[in-house]
């Protein structure tokens, strides 16, 4: 049975940082693209970052560019999102997820992932 489990996550004031893992177990890791999403309150889920599976290569949405930070380690099956100089916009439930690697698949698509975690949420105050 495959789980990701998050941790982390909490209420912090703007400028501030905080850090949120996942745990993967269940599941071939190394044969797993592991991305970030969140949810704001009121909105649609929306990709925040992911990595190649060596962890090598980063992205990130616009949004969060220069402040998050994704590292990925293949010996723990563990992902963590650094997350610095937060916002109130930053506010979400903060989703880890699993895809199955494949030739043209599109990890910035919440779509393409398997397996969510609960989620966790992070709060930002202004």
């Known amino acids: 049975q495959v789980q990701l489990v998050e941790s982390g996550g909490g209420l912090v004031q703007a400028g501030g940082s905080l850090s949120v893992s996942c745990a993967a177990s269940?599941?071939?890791?190394?044969?797993?693209?592991m991305g970030w999403f969140r949810q704001p309150p009121g909105k649609e889920r929306e990709f925040v970052a992911t990595?190649?599976?060596?962890?090598?290569?980063?992205s990130y949405a616009d949004s969060v560019k220069g402040r998050f930070t994704f590292s990925r380690d293949n010996a723990k099956n563990t992902v963590r999102l650094q997350m610095n100089s937060l916002k109130p916009d930053d506010t979400a439930v903060y989703y880890c997820?699993?895809?199955?690697?494949?030739?043209?698949?599109?990890?910035?698509?919440?779509?393409?992932?398997?397996?969510w975690g609960q989620g966790t949420q992070v709060t930002v105050s202004s």
């Open positions: 269940g599941l071939t890791f190394n044969n797993y693209v």
């Open positions: 990595s190649t599976v060596s962890g090598i290569l980063t």
């Open positions: 997820a699993a895809a199955v690697t494949g030739a043209r698949r599109n990890y910035f698509s919440s779509t393409t992932y398997n397996y």
